[in-house]
């Protein structure tokens, strides 16, 4: 048996016009300037106090907590008040989990997400049929710490050797390198390939169909 776990943000789903609209909403109720886009999409997969952190080097740890909570917070508002947009799947996720699925892969999930945020998009796709495990950041320290992998790996009951790690930035590679699983980038996400090949990543796929060729070879 093999494992393939995926990140959720950047991996199987286009999320960033959510992040950037919750951040909007949380950086303004604090009474702070928009974060640049860019520098918001370059965080994504931190948890969440990691993330403003990076987003705010200088300012007190206390508002990076603040932050991070008024965020949860705000993306509830924006689910109630219908302000999210679906995040899409990209292009051949779908197909590339079934095809794995039917030909006797195990897969995963380990995410910056918290438990709440998987399972509202795992189900709006229906796709939690697919995973037998599913690690958020709500559990674990954040990315790159291996904690969520290690536990995708117990769960699956396979080694290192037999497992693959998917995402598309530096820090999923580098939770595969401190796990000593064998990590595969994705460009189409968030990070460079050239970043992710220089992290760790055996490999950068183009796209679904290239993922899998990868996971086969």
């Not at 090949?197 to 996971?215: C, F, I, P």
């Amino acid at each position: 048996m093999k494992l393939a776990v995926f990140d959720c943000d950047g991996t199987l789903v286009d999320s960033q016009a959510n992040i950037l609209r919750a951040m909007h909403s949380s950086f303004s109720r604090l009474g702070l300037a928009d974060p640049d886009p860019h520098a918001v999409r370059r965080v994504v997969g931190l948890s969440l106090v990691e993330a403003m952190q990076a987003l705010l080097p200088d300012a007190p740890a206390d508002l990076h907590v603040r932050l991070a909570e008024d965020y949860k917070l705000a993306f509830q508002r924006l689910r109630a008040d219908q302000q999210l947009d679906p995040e899409p799947l990209f292009d051949g996720v779908r197909e590339l989990l079934e095809e794995l699925e039917a030909g006797g892969w195990m897969m995963a999930v380990a995410t910056g997400k918290s438990d709440r945020g998987l399972k509202l998009c795992l189900e709006h796709h229906g796709l939690e049929k697919h995973f037998i495990s599913l690690q958020t950041a709500d559990r674990h320290p954040s990315k790159p710490h291996p904690s969520m992998l290690l536990q995708c790996l117990t769960d699956a009951g396979v080694g290192a050797d037999r497992a693959f790690i998917i995402g598309d930035t530096v820090f999923d590679i580098g939770m595969g390198v401190a796990a000593g699983v064998t990590a595969l980038g994705v460009d189409w996400g968030y990070h460079d390939a050239a970043e992710l090949l220089e992290a760790g990543a055996a490999a950068v796929a183009r796209d679904a169909a290239d993922l899998k060729a990868l996971l086969h070879g």
